[in-house]
């Protein structure tokens, strides 16, 4: 292993460093946030790219940077058209919370994102990796980032044991991407970049290609033949199934639908279709019965079934069995939720919902107009 000390002054850090911007010039992909250095570009794609995948971010990023192009733009939008623009991203607090840190930079900042690390720190929603993210790839500073990418790479090119997510290791990669990309000689941000690409695209969580890598010849768990075994992370937990019901209540060609209160823990603000989990030893039937009568006061039973969501939030592997309930009895009160309203199929569409009821609403919407066309 290569000690801190080590790395520090030595030759090595900048054979890093030369090496990974070498094959980064050749080899990075080409990513519509990666044509200009806009701080707020690489601010709002930074968010994106928080537990979602780069091909799923794409299409939001551009949507994004059309809808709410620059931070006075997004800071003085409704926040249900920042969560429309977001939906299906999932991880909803990253888009609150970018408007929030908008509101701040309209605020105190100038309506610009800040460069320092500290500004960057203090705003909601970013953490040590966004402001090093920020700060070295917008403003050209010597920050270190340290992704899940990075803590791939760094613990398998200086073969460092244990977990890297968890004291001491955590404190000692920081420390390691803080001495590397200090000796980057050029260009903090590609040096970040690159070790990150590095960590997409060839030191791959399995079957990385050491073979096609411009660090094999410095790599430590290519030498010691640990490259299997590292990073250490702990298993993961079992996903957990859960079996939930939604509610498709239809009445005069409308759908019933509720929006999340403000403090609501999951999807705050967010429209959903009147749902529930199924609770051990009820059936579904009278899990949809009594989740309409306690969203909206309203009686019915299912008729048909609309669809079948599978989806997962967090470790909960989600079956979603949404059901139609035609003409349910009683005025519809907004009982568990924010407001209730029957909208049209068509108009569900404006509405910010999570990806597995937009999933539902566009059923609605192809059986509707199916049933229009018949
Ligand atoms: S040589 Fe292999 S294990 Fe080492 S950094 Fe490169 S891809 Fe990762």
Known sequence: MISMTRLRDDETARAIGRALLAWYVLHRRELPWRQSLDPYAVWVSEMMLQQTQVATVIPYFERWMQRFPDVATLAAAAESDVLHAWQGLGYYSRARNLQRAATRMVEHHDGRVPASINALRALPGIGPYSAGAIASIAYGQAEPLVDGNVNRVLSRLFALRGDPNRAPLKAAIWDYARALVSAAERAP???????????????????????????????????????????????????????MVAVVATRNACVLVGRLKADAPRWAGMWLFPNAEVKSGQTPEAAVRDVLFRTAGLRGSPSSIVCVVRHSVTRFRITLDAYRTLEPSGVARALSVAEIAWKSPMDLAALAMPAAHRIIAERVLSDSAGAGGS
Request: aromatic letters at 2%; charged letters at 20%; glycine letters at 4%.
């Open 189 to 243: 941000g590609d040096f970040n970049q690159a070790l990150m690409e590095l960590g997409a695209t060839v030191c791959t969580p399995r079957a990385p290609r050491c073979t096609s890598c411009p660090l094999a010849a410095l790599c430590q768990a290519k030498k010691l033949d640990l490259v299997e075994q590292l990073p250490e992370l702990p298993a993961r937990a079992k996903a957990t199934p859960v079996h």
